[in-house]
């Protein structure tokens, strides 16, 4: 679609003030969730269930609580303003003035949708990004630094944000001209046309991620001959799972954290963290390796796929319908109409629909995790994945108390003390 001037007419602001409810709406909700969170982080004694599981003291129990109250009280902090700052720019008309200077100060071509979008998204991008990067920096290096939790230099952040930005350079001009030449192309079936972009850029960047993307942050090396190669191997072919090889990377250059995947279309890599290796037992790696191929005997990222292409279908299609409506660009001040601005606005009249989507997608999540865990202790490994997970969440640092509220809006896995339970149960 090209860009349209359109026909002078009475506005009205109704579709503006539907987006700037929903933000101030959303704001409160989340708000409230982390003050209850933050109520659960001003606990000073250490419940029982706690020290008899993990083994710390009250000690390291008080430090853990005044890390992740600091870390919460920022983020709430920060969420406000960049709530103010969303808010400012939806009612002072911002977009719209962005969107005409691209021709104006820019000097793109009046026509070109690629254009203009392309130094429209420019704009945007440098606009979250000086309220993301200070927030990133103090995050890292002044808030973990303090407790000693983050391992990344100042140098290593730096470098990580020049490659993303280079990535951002190289991947964003391609992307939105793919995106407008197919919305152009598929016409009035153009939720169909998206449907099949969307699944074949799913399919592209799970290829390309892994193995071109992922590398310039990381280095990978093949596990050496080990019994813990061999204890890998021997679980991987009793489960009928195509291994190719075992990688380890080196996690440690940035944090403590620890973690195993794997990827591959046909024929799959399992990636292990060094920091993995180093703090469990080879009986624990294999029972965490085990939960990783739970989640693909049951098929779980065909599973997100699938709900993630439903939820492309319904979104266009109900984009069908706003994407020539005047009114939705005459609400937020613009006198021209166009794909690239239409999706931008149609995306924010559509995030309650999309809090709920991501709301379900979590719940998924959360109960392919147990699946996964019922899957490891299928195989005798129960007892040791177990152990497994207490020690990854001490190595973690994760946070020792989560409301249940906080935890059912957030968090895409059930907390430590959940699984425990539930594998206890089942043994
Ligand atoms: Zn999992």
Redesign the pocket.
């Known amino acids: 679609m090209a860009i349209l001037r359109i026909k002078e007419q009475e506005v009205s602001y109704s579709y503006l003030y539907i987006v700037v409810s929903y933000i101030v709406i959303k704001y409160l909700l989340e708000q409230f969730i982390n003050l209850r969170q933050l109520d659960q982080l001003s606990v000073k004694q250490m419940p029982i269930h706690i020290e008899q599981t993990l083994g710390i003291t009250q000690k390291q129990f008080k430090r853990s609580q005044r890390f992740y109250y600091d870390k919460l009280s920022f983020e709430m902090y920060t969420k406000s303003i960049k709530t103010a700052i969303e808010i400012i720019v939806i009612l002072c008309g911002v977009m719209p003035f962005i969107w005409e200077r691209t021709v104006t100060f820019f000097k793109m071509d009046p026509n070109s949708e690629f254009q203009r979008g392309l130094a429209y998204i420019f704009v945007e991008f440098l606009r979250l990004k000086l309220i993301d990067v200070p927030n990133n920096f103090y995050n890292t290096h002044v808030i973990e630094k303090r407790y000693d939790l983050s391992q990344i230099s100042f140098a290593l952040q730096f470098s990580d944000l020049v490659i993303e930005s280079a990535l951002w350079v190289v991947f964003v001009p391609i992307l939105l001209y793919s995106y407008l030449y197919v919305a152009e192309l598929g016409g009035d079936y153009f939720f169909i046309a998206m449907q099949f972009f969307v699944l074949i850029m799913a399919i592209v960047s799970s290829l390309v991620y892994p193995n071109y993307i992922q590398p310039l942050f990381n280095e990978f090396e093949e596990l050496k001959e080990t019994q813990l190669k061999q204890a890998i191997s021997q679980l991987a072919f009793r489960m009928n799972f195509p291994l190719e090889k075992i990688l380890v990377m080196d996690g440690s250059k940035r944090s403590d954290h620890s973690n195993a995947y794997f990827f591959g279309m046909y024929s799959k890599r399992i990636v292990l963290y060094d920091t993995l290796i180093n703090n469990l037992t080879n009986e624990e790696i294999v029972a965490v390796v085990a939960?990783?191929l739970?989640?693909w005997k049951y098929r779980?990222p065909y599973i997100k796929l699938v709900f993630f292409c439903i939820k492309i279908l319904i979104t266009f299609y109900i984009f069908g319908f706003y994407r020539d409506s005047d009114v939705v660009f005459l609400s937020f001040g613009f006198k021209e109409k166009s794909i690239f601005i239409g999706s931008a606005l149609f995306f924010s009249l559509f995030e309650p629909m999309n809090t709920l989507f991501q709301i379900f997608e979590l719940h998924l999540s959360r109960f392919?995790?147990y699946q996964?865990?019922m899957f490891a202790n299928r195989h005798g490994l129960g007892s040791y994945l177990m152990s497994g997970l207490i020690k990854l969440f001490k190595q973690n640092s994760t946070n020792l108390m989560v409301d249940p509220i906080y935890q059912w809006y957030y968090n895409s896995?059930p907390s430590l003390f959940e699984r425990l339970k539930y594998l206890n149960k089942l043994r």
Do not use: I, K, Q, Y
């Open positions: 939960h990783e739970g989640h779980h392919f995790e996964a865990d896995h």
